[in-house]
């Protein structure tokens, strides 16, 4: 059983909204800490934001601050980010992560992670 499986990712014009999803087995999602990453085309894979159980664990990277939104669904087992007034440089593949122990915004933290979903924004 796969462990994470995103979606929602897809070709959107600049200013455009998009919703990514991450469904997780209920065995990591329980406790997990979940986050969201990215990764474009000759660059190393960057935090994008992060949730725990509760919201006041929220992080964001400054550079989608005030315009991207995590959040999770305890009862779908399933985290969201959504992505408002996207620009050309959000153009990535974004990847779902759970069950950090150590810095919330670092990759190798994340024990668990998803497949990957593209996301490209148009000018």
């Known amino acids: 059983q796969v462990p994470l499986v995103e979606s929602g990712g897809g070709l959107v014009q600049a200013g455009s909204s998009l919703t990514l999803s991450c469904a997780a087995s209920?065995?990591?999602?329980?406790?997990?800490?979940m986050g969201w990453f990215r990764q474009a085309p000759g660059k190393e894979r960057e935090f994008v934001a992060g949730?725990?159980?509760?919201?006041?664990?929220?992080l964001y990277a400054d550079s989608v601050k005030d315009r991207f939104t995590i959040s999770r669904d305890n009862t779908k087992n399933t985290v969201y980010l959504q992505m408002n007034s996207l620009k050309p440089e959000d153009t990535a593949v974004y990847y779902c992560?759970?069950?950090?122990?150590?810095?919330?915004?670092?990759?190798?933290?994340?024990?668990?992670w998803g497949q990957g979903t593209q996301v490209t924004v148009s000018s």
């Open positions: 992560a759970a069950d950090a122990s150590g810095s919330r915004d670092r990759a190798s933290s994340y024990n668990y």
């Open positions: 209920g065995r990591i999602f329980s406790t997990s800490y």
């Open positions: 949730r725990g159980w509760i919201a006041d664990s929220t």
